[in-house]
Every structure is written in structure tokens, then in C-alpha cells.
């Protein structure tokens, strides 16, 4: 059974960093494009990195260009994201997402149960 | 970036109902769309992708259509286990998402 399962997540102050981990399982975790999603309190779905089978390509959105980093350890089949600087439009629900094949272009067809980041003071 | 503009925002219809959502792109995105369900409190499931493909174990009364910059997404026959959120997602650049279609039950 596929399963991807994140932890990291908290209440951390303005400025602060955080760093998210998503375990994989159920797959071969290094032939998928895996991805990072997050979802603010009551709001819709905001797509915020993505990582390439190999870790060839990676992209981010532009709101977290530069704070936020994505990688992933294949032989350990994880996911990560480290996050600098966080600001209070942060706060969301982090999903953690796998591709559909090797590429960044792809749907997401198994997604994790999501990890809360609050930043407040 | 490209914008993804999803309509209606919110949907009441009967069970039985044939449901209808459109997302437009504000760009030539090919067949580059994804469309997902969103249960309250869940993570979002994966229906349809490159546009009209029915992801493995999706019922068959949901599908999608369309290419370049305006498609649709289709539940044939209502269900009340259908209630939920819809989103449209582009990829044919970074991916942005519609801003969803709330649907509930008349």
C-alpha cells in the first residue's frame, strides 16, 4: 500500500524556520517526482515545490522563492522541506504529494493526511 | 504565471443531477489539467488527469474534457458521497490550482 506520511509541523515565530519531512512507503520512492502543497485555514490549495525522481529539476513557487528549500534522500525514501524566514501568510496545512511518474509534470495521486505549520508570535 | 479561473465557486444540485464545472486558463495549456476532489478535513484525491484521463479506481460517472484554455469537468449522475470540493490544476508551467467549486446536496 502506497503511503506517504509527513511530520514537522508546529508553532514557530515570525522569522523563524521549520523543516517538514515526508516518509514514503508502498513504492519506489526514486522513480517519482514528489511535491509539496499547502492549503491556509479555509482556503483553497496552493502548490509550493517540486522535486524531480533524481532531483534533476526543482521548482517553487514564487511566494516561497528563496526561504523555502525542497529535497529528497532516496535512500532513506524521504521527502523534506526546509522553511527560513516564515512569515505569518505561511500557516497552513502542508501536504505532502506523489507525482504521478518521474517528471514535475504530472498530477498527484497519493497525497499524505497533511502537517499543520502555525506561525505566530 | 498562469491563472486558472474555476466557475462556479458554489454548486447546489439534487442527487441524480448531472453537475457541470468549468475551469478556464489564462494561457494555451494543451491538455496539461488535473482535476481533484476534496472531502472536508481530508487531503485531496486525484480524479482526472491530462485533462480527461479517469485516474485508477475513480467511479466512471466523472469525467473531464477539453485542451488550450478551456475545459470542463462532468459528474453524470450525482451521489450524495460526491459532496465536496473541486479543483482544477494546470502543469503545463509551475503548477497553479483553480481557487475550487464547493458542492453540496439541494
Known amino acids: 500500500e502506497v503511503q506517504v506520511v509527513e511530520s514537522g509541523g508546529g508553532l514557530v515565530n515570525p522569522g523563524g524556520s521549520l523543516r517538514l519531512s515526508c516518509a514514503a512507503s508502498g513504492f519506489t520512492f526514486s522513480s517519482y517526482s514528489m511535491n509539496w502543497v499547502r492549503q491556509a485555514p479555509g482556503k483553497g490549495l496552493e502548490w509550493v515545490s517540486s522535486i524531480s525522481s533524481s532531483s534533476t529539476y526543482i521548482n517553487y513557487a514564487d511566494s516561497v522563492k528563496g526561504r523555502f528549500t525542497i529535497s529528497r534522500d532516496n535512500a532513506k525514501n524521504s521527502l523534506y522541506l526546509q522553511m527560513n524566514s516564515l512569515r505569518a501568510e505561511d500557516t497552513a496545512v502542508y501536504y505532502c504529494?506523489?507525482?504521478?511518474?518521474?517528471?514535475?509534470?504530472?498530477?498527484?495521486?497519493?497525497w499524505g493526511q497533511g502537517t499543520l505549520v502555525t506561525v505566530s508570535s | 504565471d498562469i491563472q486558472m479561473t474555476q466557475s462556479p465557486s458554489s454548486l447546489s444540485a439534487s442527487v441524480g443531477d448531472r453537475v457541470t464545472i468549468t475551469c478556464q486558463a489564462s494561457q494555451d495549456i494543451s491538455n496539461y489539467l488535473n482535476w481533484y476532489q476534496q472531502k472536508p478535513g481530508k487531503a485531496p484525491n486525484l480524479l482526472i488527469y491530462d485533462a480527461s484521463n479517469l485516474e485508477t479506481g475513480v467511479p466512471s460517472r466523472f469525467s473531464g474534457s477539453g485542451s488550450g484554455t478551456d475545459f470542463t469537468f462532468t459528474i453524470s449522475s450525482l451521489q450524495p458521497e460526491d459532496i465536496a470540493t473541486y479543483y482544477c490544476q494546470q502543469y503545463d508551467n509551475l503548477p497553479t490550482f483553480g481557487q475550487g467549486t464547493k458542492l453540496e446536496i439541494k
Open positions: 504529494a506523489r507525482g504521478r511518474d518521474y517528471s514535475t509534470s504530472s498530477g498527484y495521486n497519493y
